[in-house]
């Protein structure tokens, strides 16, 4: 509204008609605009505030997945390692089962060598007593028999000492 006139001093009529009439729906459309502007400020500032937040949160992300990744890789790395290790251990079970029957069966053969050479020792053993029987009773019987030819002899040389003397 003008409150001037046309020689542009300013007009009172209009100026109380403008204060009457239009002032209250101007404060009021203006009282209505700084609501809107607030309400759009504090809309703006929830928008600033979720793109910070999704920001954030995509950060957040990245560095997560990032750790994620890390994690995944040293996971994998540990259950390689563990099948390496687990094949080994596979493989020296498999190679010691292996030295355990080896083992077994030349322990076998052993103990049957081994009760072969004492049923041979064993035999030997009584064959040697049966033989050292004999050469005792042989023994006993040679020096029966040298006594015996002993006093034959010395009979014979007390005949011939008598015959001569």
Avoid: C, W
């Avoid at 001037?4 to 204060?19: A, F, K, R, V």
């Avoid at 050292?132 to 002899?153: E, I, N, P, Y």
């Amino acid at each position: 509204m003008d409150f001037h006139g046309d020689g542009g001093s300013m007009n009172h009529t209009n100026l109380i008609e403008y204060i009457q009439k239009q002032l209250p729906a101007d404060l009021t459309n203006l009282v209505n605009l700084q609501k809107e502007l607030a309400e759009r400020q504090g809309a703006m500032s929830a928008v600033q505030n979720a793109l910070a937040d999704r920001e954030t949160a995509a950060q957040e992300l990245a560095t997560a997945k990032e750790q994620a990744a890390a994690l995944v890789a040293a996971a994998k790395d540990k259950n390689d390692k563990a099948k390496t290790k687990l094949d080994e251990l596979t493989a020296r079970e498999a190679e010691l089962a292996d030295q355990v029957k080896t083992f077994n069966a030349n322990s076998v053969s052993r103990e049957t060598a081994l009760a072969v050479r004492e049923s041979t020792s064993d035999t030997r053993e009584l064959q040697q007593r049966e033989n050292q029987a004999r050469l005792d009773a042989v023994q006993a019987k040679l020096t029966a028999d040298q006594a015996l030819l002993d006093s034959r002899v010395k009979d014979f040389q007390a005949k011939v000492a008598a015959l001569t003397a």
